[in-house]
C-alpha cells in the first residue's frame, strides 16, 4: 500500500481558510492524488483530486508540488461542517485498494 | 451527488444468526467495494467487483461473502454473525478507470450480541 503522512490533527477558526498538508514522497508518475473526508457516523465524502496541476471545485483547492511528493488541501472558509477526518490518498495505477490511512482530525473552532 | 445506500443504517442481532447487508448505487458504475472500519480506525478493504459475476476479495481476510447479479447491487452475506463481526461495513462505488473517485454509502453499523 502506498502510506502518505499527514499530522494527527489541526486547528482552525471559523470563516479563516485552512491548509492541510500531505505527504507521499513514494508516489510513481501515474498516481492520482485524492482527498476524501468522514464525518462521524457518516461515510468517507470524496473531495477532490488531482494528477500535477492544481485542482479547483466547490468544496476546496488541491495544491500539488511540483515533485508530486506532496500536496496541500485547501479550504478557503473553514465552517463548522467542515470538522471531519480528512484521508489524502495516493491512488496506485492498478490498484484496487484506496488506503486510507488515520487522517486528519480537523477541528473548527467557532 | 453520489447515489450510494446502504440497508440497514444500524443493526443489533444475536450470534448465529444470518445476516444480508445490502448496497445499491444508481449511476451505474461498474465497480463496487466493502469496506470495514472499527470505531476510530482506518478502513479495510474486503471484498471488491469489477462487474456483474466479478467478486474478489480485499486485503483483510473476512467470512462474510459478497454476490454481483446486477450492476446496482452489491449485497454482503455473513452466514452466522459471531460478536467479533462487530463493525461498521461501508460499500462504495466507481467508475472504470485510472484515478475514479469512489462513492460511499452512508455505512450499516453492525453489533453481534
Known amino acids: 500500500d502506498a502510506k502518505t503522512t499527514q499530522p494527527n490533527s489541526m486547528e482552525s477558526n471559523e470563516e479563516e481558510p485552512v491548509h492541510l498538508p500531505c505527504n507521499h514522497s513514494?508516489?510513481?508518475?501515474?498516481?492520482?492524488i485524492h482527498w476524501y473526508r468522514q464525518l462521524p457516523s457518516q461515510g468517507p465524502e470524496y473531495v477532490i483530486h488531482?494528477?500535477?496541476s492544481n485542482v479547483n471545485n466547490r468544496m476546496a483547492s488541491l495544491a500539488i508540488a511540483e515533485d508530486r511528493k506532496s500536496s496541500t488541501l485547501i479550504l478557503h472558509r473553514a465552517t463548522l461542517r467542515d470538522a471531519a477526518v480528512y484521508y489524502c490518498?495516493?491512488?496506485?495505477?492498478?490498484?484496487?485498494?484506496?488506503?486510507f490511512g488515520t487522517g486528519t482530525r480537523l477541528t473548527v473552532i467557532p | 451527488e453520489a447515489d450510494i445506500y446502504q440497508t440497514p443504517r444500524y443493526l443489533v442481532i444475536g450470534t448465529g444468526k444470518k445476516i444480508t447487508l445490502e448496497c445499491s448505487q444508481t449511476?451505474?458504475?461498474?465497480?463496487m467495494y466493502w469496506y470495514q472500519q472499527d470505531p476510530g480506525m482506518e478502513l479495510h478493504l474486503i471484498h471488491y467487483s469489477y462487474g456483474v459475476n466479478s467478486t474478489e476479495k480485499g486485503d483483510l481476510s473476512s467470512e462474510s461473502t459478497v454476490s454481483r447479479i446486477r450492476t446496482e447491487h452489491f449485497p454482503l452475506t455473513l452466514e452466522s454473525a459471531r460478536p467479533s463481526h462487530t463493525s461498521q461495513y461501508l460499500c462504495?462505488?466507481?467508475?472504470?478507470?485510472?484515478?475514479?473517485?469512489?462513492?460511499f454509502g452512508d455505512g450499516t453499523r453492525l453489533s453481534i450480541l
Open positions: 488531482g494528477l500535477t
Open positions: 490518498i495516493d491512488d496506485q495505477t492498478g490498484a484496487n485498494n484506496l488506503f
Open positions: 462504495a462505488s466507481s467508475e472504470t478507470g485510472p484515478g475514479q473517485p469512489q462513492h
Open positions: 513514494t508516489i510513481s508518475g501515474t498516481d492520482y
Open positions: 449511476m451505474g458504475h461498474d465497480k
